[in-house]
């Protein structure tokens, strides 16, 4: 039963606006988990956070659909990867504050491109 003020979708419709929420809610919880391993400092954990929360937001974007000729949907794409590797830079040289800084930097653009889709 269908509320009178909801929208009947089609099933397949209906399927796919379920599993972007979904997602949405897998990147949020991604990014979350990655804020908590910067409030303890642990590396290792950190690391996991980016990858789990890049992942995930990756997965959302090819689920949901920027408009056609969005230029923000690449500004947003690129500056994703640029913290992305900025962070794997810190990591791999073992800067403990790097790796804290530029993981809050990847978990702000997770989001970021998370909202925009």
Excluded: W
């Excluded at 909801?6 to 997602?23: F, M, S």
């Excluded at 789990?52 to 056609?68: E, K, M, R």
């Excluded at 590797?85 to 997770?110: K, N, P």
């Amino acid at each position: 039963m269908v509320a009178a003020d909801q929208p009947d979708y089609p099933a397949g419709e209906l399927k796919h606006l379920l599993a972007v929420r979904a997602e949405r809610f897998a990147t949020e919880q991604a990014v979350h988990l990655l804020r908590q391993a910067i409030k303890f400092g642990d590396t290792d954990q950190i690391a996991a956070g980016v990858t789990a929360a890049i992942d995930s937001v990756h997965h959302l974007a090819t689920l949901a659909t920027a408009p056609p000729g969005s230029t923000t949907s690449t500004q947003l794409r690129t500056q994703l990867d640029e913290c992305q590797t900025s962070f794997h830079e810190a990591h791999q040289q073992g800067d403990t504050d790097g790796v804290i800084g530029r993981g809050e930097l990847v978990g702000d653009a997770v989001m970021n491109y998370a909202i925009y889709l």
